[in-house]
């Protein structure tokens, strides 16, 4: 590796302590330890929802820790917002890259701090400027005229690297950077990494990837549920077999409802047979029977939100096709799919399945309201009475049905979405991260409920980022990474280790050498 | 589907208890906007502030009785043609659009009804022409839109110019003279002492709020604040954009029957700037510009409000210039009293939401 060995050992230039920060409800930093260090690539591994995305924003001004020492060369500091970060030699590269689509390259790379003279632009000169950033970063043959729009992705990620350096950042933080590139292109990210790090800028990175980590990396900190469990790993000597379980090993038990003990096989429900959309999933096939709770494990961006929508109509599949009870359904239709009997709990609760605005009991009868109508006239009281019922059959807290979703935390909120599919002629249920913002003793009511479901017939399909939620709650479970199924097996066969070595497993470094 | 659901659930099928029904019968005049209810005072509040005014101004007009009666008809008869127009304009903007056209419309469907070869069929043809031309035109903004995924403000603006524009070509920028007595009888009849118009106006609003608050299809507008959300319940939110629009023209339709029948003719240039008016009352009474919240009563409160202000100005013999000035004013005191209400705490919500990742 051609990384300096002496690199460990520049200066200290960032150094957090016990830092936390909460959110109402979320204590989303919980005593994180860093220490990073002049010219090293500091790696960052977590599960999602360990806090990374937290203390990422609370380095780049984003956020400000509630306690807590953060110690910037040498001194205390406290970034009151991104500019202040951004002056002091931090800078951000975000996975969803913050570029201005529509501003060119040098404009991109001077945003905010354009050099001027009396108020006008140096054009001229930022272009020369931005000429030799792009120079250093290897890439003279980018001109800073264009638009940023006509770059592809590995280009932009260089726009947003050469706005770092447009600040003389000393510290850059690369969260994901490899998502968005190419096999090829990852090795020369890796490149420029090694020729900031000579410069002695210090890099922090964030990847799944671990064959990444142990190529780039110098020294890992590892993050579970908003703690730092180990500092300062050496990258390329510690087994994966220890980082895995830095990673895993929760201090929260969930409380899973038991396996009903071997029922005889019930018919097949749903089959999908090399469902594809480009650039999202490939070739997936897969079978849900009645009383089967199938879940689905994979990382955000393994494609497995974008199957279930597909696989629900909501997006039109290029190729395979979705059967539930042996009809074929229409592709890209949901009114088909919801006349088959599927139902949906979206991935983003509050933007795609609630009105916030309106009492629960229309929330709970958006897909069965015509049924309490008469001619085309709704029936309020009907309405309120079914949602009412409901309401009760799911412990829905408080249980007037006239307030607003608004007011209802998060797990009641996931009941009225729930509660929705039951009032209909529901026979598969899908899920998407059903439990994403509830806490953990709502959690474990939502386990029941989807356990009961499944014990009375119907069928759910499940997706999760939470890998114990999947292997606790599903019979049979699928893995999926870059968009293809790469593993199938009764939940009882997997554990919480094989499922991440799985999900994480580096297919970019596939054959390269070890 | 019985056998397969949970025991502790609820059947599926509405229950047929007697009860229930004569409780839900009793419901079904009570509507659950509260919030909207509480906006409706404060409309009414406002409205009773511009009397005052006017009584303070004028004090030598209000003290007669039938005056006053007279002039609240004529506020109501001048609210009538844009009330009308409101009601459509109310539908859509719930469900999430807008519709700049509105003004074009009538314009397009007062002269289509019109032409000497309209005429010549009779009140009867007079009316289905301004009906279906209304209807037609509401229809192709509601295909661009929903099928076509024009956005509403582009969509509507094309068809604002190229409306204006077919219904110039038609009249030849003549100015048509009705000589339906039938039709030109609408405005200037009186049944029981109240005009003809204010009749129409208050059977569109019963129409427009029954549609909005007790039928299917109200429910499916009222989801405008969310159409992903109502998409992914399985609701065909394309179709329903289509009914949107093509409702709100055939509301032109009407107003154009309408505003035919007070000017006695109809001209290319007729209606100029009803959709701003037809927007502006909408806001007024309520309706939020980003769509899912609104109500009918509010909007005719708007449109009344602002007949009001132009009554309070004309009887005080003020110009048209400052009338506009302090309609304008009211638009923003409007909105910004609402902001306070409702945009804090959704904005709050949105803020945590944000931060929580």
């Known amino acids: 590796m051609s990384a300096p060995a002496d690199a460990v050992a520049g200066e200290v230039v960032l150094r957090l302590t016990d830092v936390v920060k909460t959110f109402p409800g979320v204590r989303a930093l919980d005593g994180v330890q860093l220490e990073v260090r002049a010219g090293e690539v500091h790696c960052l591994l977590g599960q999602n929802g360990a806090g990374k995305s937290t203390l990422i924003k609370v380095l780049a001004g984003v956020h400000r820790p509630d306690s807590g020492e953060l110690e910037w060369r040498g001194r205390p500091a406290a970034f009151a917002n991104p500019q202040a970060a951004m002056r002091a030699g931090i800078a951000t590269i975000y996975q969803e890259l913050d570029l201005v689509e529509d501003l060119s390259v040098a404009e991109n790379a001077f945003l905010g701090h354009e050099p001027g003279r009396l108020g006008f632009v140096r054009r001229g000169h930022t272009a020369r400027r931005t000429r030799q950033i792009l120079a250093r970063l290897g890439h003279p043959e980018i001109p800073p005229g264009r638009l940023v729009r006509h770059l592809p992705a590995a280009g932009k990620q260089i726009v947003s690297m050469a706005r770092a350096l447009s600040h003389e950042a000393r510290l850059i933080i690369m969260d994901e950077p490899s998502a968005v590139l190419a096999h090829d292109e990852v090795g020369n990210l890796f490149r420029i990494i090694r020729e900031l790090t000579a410069q002695g800028i210090a890099v922090i990175y964030i990847s799944h990837r671990l064959e990444e980590i142990r190529e780039i990396g110098d020294r890992v900190t590892v993050l579970k549920d908003g703690r730092t469990t180990a500092a300062n790993l050496p990258a390329r000597d510690t087994p994966t077999r220890d980082l895995v379980a830095r990673m895993t090993g929760r201090t929260i038990e969930y409380v899973f409802p038991d396996r009903p003990a071997d029922a005889p096989p019930r018919p097949e429900l749903l089959r999908v047979d090399g469902l594809t959309r480009h650039g999202e999933f490939a070739d997936v096939s897969l079978t849900v029977r009645a009383g089967e709770i199938v879940g689905i494990a994979g990382l955000v961006g393994s494609g497995r939100s974008e199957l279930l929508e597909t696989i629900y109509g909501a997006r039109r599949s290029q190729a395979g096709t979705v059967r539930m009870g042996g009809r074929t359904l229409r592709p890209g239709s949901v009114g088909a799919a919801v006349k088959a009997g599927m139902g949906m709990a979206p991935e983003e609760r509050k933007s795609q399945a609630l009105l916030l605005g309106e009492p629960i009991y229309r929330n709970v009868t958006l897909a069965t309201f015509g049924r309490y109508a008469r001619l085309g006239f709704t029936d309020a009281g009907r309405e309120r009475a079914a949602a009412g019922r409901m309401a009760a059959a799911l412990d829905l807290r408080p249980r007037d049905v006239r307030r607003p979703v608004r007011t209802l935390s998060g797990g009641n909120q996931q009941k009225v979405v729930v509660g929705r599919w039951l009032l209909g002629d529901t026979r598969l249920l899908l899920l998407d991260e059903p439990t994403r913002g509830v806490d953990v003793g709502a959690r474990a009511e939502l386990y029941q409920v989807v356990r009961e479901l499944a014990a009375r017939g119907v069928g759910v399909l499940l997706v999760s980022s939470e890998v114990p939620e999947v292997l606790g709650l599903a019979d049979r479970v699928l893995v999926m990474r870059e968009g293809r199924v790469v593993r199938e097996a009764p939940a009882g066969d997997l554990d919480e280790n094989t499922v991440l070595d799985l999900v994480m497993a580096g297919s970019l470094m596939e054959g390269a050498p070890a | ?357």
């Open chain 2, 1 to 357: 589907m019985t056998e397969t659901t949970p025991t502790t659930l609820p059947a599926q099928s509405p229950p047929a208890d007697p009860a229930g029904t004569a409780k839900a019968r009793l419901s079904w005049w009570r509507g659950d906007g509260g919030e909207g209810a509480k906006r409706n005072l404060g409309l009414l509040a406002t409205l009773a502030v511009l009397v005052v005014i006017g009584v303070l101004t004028r004090p030598d007009l209000y003290g007669d009785a039938s005056w006053v009666w007279g002039n609240t008809l004529t506020i109501l008869k001048l609210a009538s043609v844009v009330g009308v127009v409101t009601v459509g304009m109310t539908f859509v903007i719930i469900g999430g659009g807008i519709d700049l056209s509105v003004g074009a419309i009538v314009a397009l469907a007062g002269v289509w009804c019109t032409t000497v070869a309209t005429q010549s069929y009779g009140a009867g043809g007079m009316i289905f022409s301004a009906l279906t031309v209304g209807l037609a035109v509401g229809v192709v903004n509601g295909l661009l839109i929903s099928y076509g995924r024009l956005v509403p403000f582009i969509a509507t603006l094309a068809m604002m110019v190229a409306a204006r524009g077919l219904a110039a070509e038609i009249s030849d920028k003549q100015t048509q003279v009705s000589n339906n007595q039938f039709i030109n009888g609408i405005a200037s009849t009186d049944v029981l002492g109240i005009p003809l118009l204010v009749y129409i106006l208050a059977a569109v609003v019963l129409a427009g709020w029954v549609l909005l608050n007790r039928t299917t299809f109200g429910r499916t507008v009222a989801v405008g604040g969310n159409p992903e959300a109502a998409r992914l319940a399985g609701i065909n939110v394309r179709r329903h954009t289509l009914l949107l629009y093509a409702l709100s023209g055939l509301c032109c339709g009407i107003a154009a029957i309408m505003l035919t029948a007070q000017a006695t003719s109809a001209q290319a240039a007729m209606a100029n700037l009803y959709e701003l008016d037809a927007i502006a009352a909408a806001i007024i009474g309520g309706t939020l510009l980003s769509g899912g919240r609104g109500t009918i009563i509010g909007s005719l409160l708007g449109v009344v409000i602002f007949s009001t202000i132009t009554n309070l100005f004309a009887i005080n013999g003020l110009s048209t210039e400052a009338q506009n000035m302090v309609k304008g004013g009211i638009i923003v005191a409007a909105v910004l009293v609402q902001q306070v209400q409702f945009g804090s705490l959704t904005q709050f919500l949105a803020r945590n939401r944000a931060t929580t990742t």
